[in-house]
């Protein structure tokens, strides 16, 4: 098994949009991050806290072109293998990734092994 050896991946849910939601915990993660993967609807004030990072738009909307969840996949792999901080940004706060639901509001952290053979280090 191949490790990513670089980054780490924290999910963090944006809260119901408005940026002065974001709790404390999350708005000090994002601050953290080298790059952002963010939902459509995200608030774009929370850029202030990550203004160096690279944001790289994934969301998802009805009725229109969106990111699909293998794309969304496939960058956290890419990135957390370049970045020490990756950060994937979600309104409803949880994503899909290699057959398990990750939740940002998880209270541990661990290593979830890609289909790729990848370990990616998952922090809450």
């Not at 780490?8 to 991050?33: E, H, M, N, S, Y």
Request: glycine share 10%.
């Amino acid at each position: 098994m191949a490790n990513l050896g670089k980054g780490r991946v924290i999910f963090i849910g944006a809260g119901p949009g408005a940026a002065d939601l974001i709790t404390v915990r999350g708005a000090v993660r994002l601050a953290l991050a080298n790059v952002v993967l963010f939902d459509a609807l995200t608030d774009p004030a929370l850029r202030e806290f990550a203004p160096a990072a690279q944001w790289i738009d994934v969301g998802k909307r009805g009725f229109c072109d969106s990111t699909g969840q293998t794309t969304i996949n496939a960058l956290l792999v890419k990135h957390a293998s370049e970045v020490d901080v990756v950060v994937r940004l979600d309104l409803l706060g949880h994503d899909e990734y290699a057959g398990r639901t990750v939740a940002s509001h998880t209270d541990q952290a661990f290593d979830l092994v890609a289909p790729e053979g990848h370990t990616l280090r998952i922090d809450d």
